[in-house]
């Protein structure tokens, strides 16, 4: 397959490794697991790969630390639990990595830092200027200070815009499961593991279960939307079993293992990365099927075409593009507020003076948002 071809190739790989992966079946770490996983990216760097661990378990280390057995339900205690945690998991990273010859360094994220382009940029030169020092970036959402309005909500989505973040050549998303089956698993002995996604359509989404793990915050789903974000920024998406022994290895050999997300073949720009991964989605526009043809073509997205919109959002926000069936297009940056934009859905630019006051159309763009804002999404 080309996708797998492609494996073979990559030069910049994402690693992201889940909560379930780093543990044992009790909750508490397994330092096995864990060396296992560093001595395969170090050996990895060290055949001239360029590597980034994106990591879960800051919240099982810092319950193990504590003698904890369940996550707490209060804010200030899972952020003080996500505290200790943190220090305990990148000193056994730390320690491990050393041992193999290889630099890491902590990098603490928050959605906050993508919200600002001008953060957003810094990011990612700092990421890229570790990368070519040699060091090995281990990354985590920052927890400790974290509050939902700014959390990216779990590590992969968190990995895919790393992997956008610094234009990588594949994400390898390890989890306790072998990829995505036709069916659950756990519950249909005829579930077929399903070695390549070309497209992920709304039959694969439905495919999707919950939560994973009563430590873990992501299911499958999750992984999903990381595969959207991949494959829109040019990236291969491997979901794998991260139990399996050199998985990563194999992976980037080209074997059949997991599920692959090919990526689209054109990369997106960074400020287009900015505009589709970085900023927060405000809402969702929903086109008619000319409008959809006309995007895939270039257009910028007109009134005309706009069967209705959710959300209330303002100039400048970031939005989704759906098609009639509900398929996300492509994401922007609108040029108006969703209360004008419900008064012009579907009316062409010469209704809009009828259809607005003075001071609605002042300095009123014709482009709900300019091809140059947009950004596809299949």
Known sequence: M??????????RIVVKVGTSSLTHSTGRLSYENIERLVRQIADLQNAGKEMILVTSGAMAAGLGRMNMTEKPAELPRKQALAAVGQGVLMHIYERFFA????????????RENSLRH?????????????????????????DAVAVDEFKIGDNDTLSAVVAALVDADALIILSDIEGVY???????PKAKLMSEIKEITPEIEALAGGAGTKLGTGGMMTKIEAAKI?????????????????????VLEGEEIGTV?????EHLRVRKGWLAFGKRLSGDITVDKGCEAALSRGSSLLAAGVTSCEGDFEAGSSVRVLSVDGREIARGQVSYGSEILRKLAGHRSEDFKALLTDTDIKDLPEEVIHRDNLVLMV
């Open 182 to 188: 036709t069916a659950n698993p756990n519950t249909n």
């Open 261 to 265: 997300f090919p990526a689209k073949e």
């Open 118 to 142: 001008s953060q957003y940029t810094h990011s990612r030169n700092a990421l890229l200027a570790l990368i070519q020092m040699g060091v090995i970036p281990v990354i985590n959402e920052n």
């Open 230 to 250: 991949a494959g829109g920024a040019g990236i291969t998406l491997v979901i794998a079993p991260g139990a399996r022994q050199q998985v990563l290895r194999q």
């Open 2 to 11: 080309i996708a797998r071809e492609r494996l073979k190739e990559a030069k």
């Open 99 to 110: 041992e193999y010859g290889q630099t890491a360094a902590q990098v603490l994220l928050t």
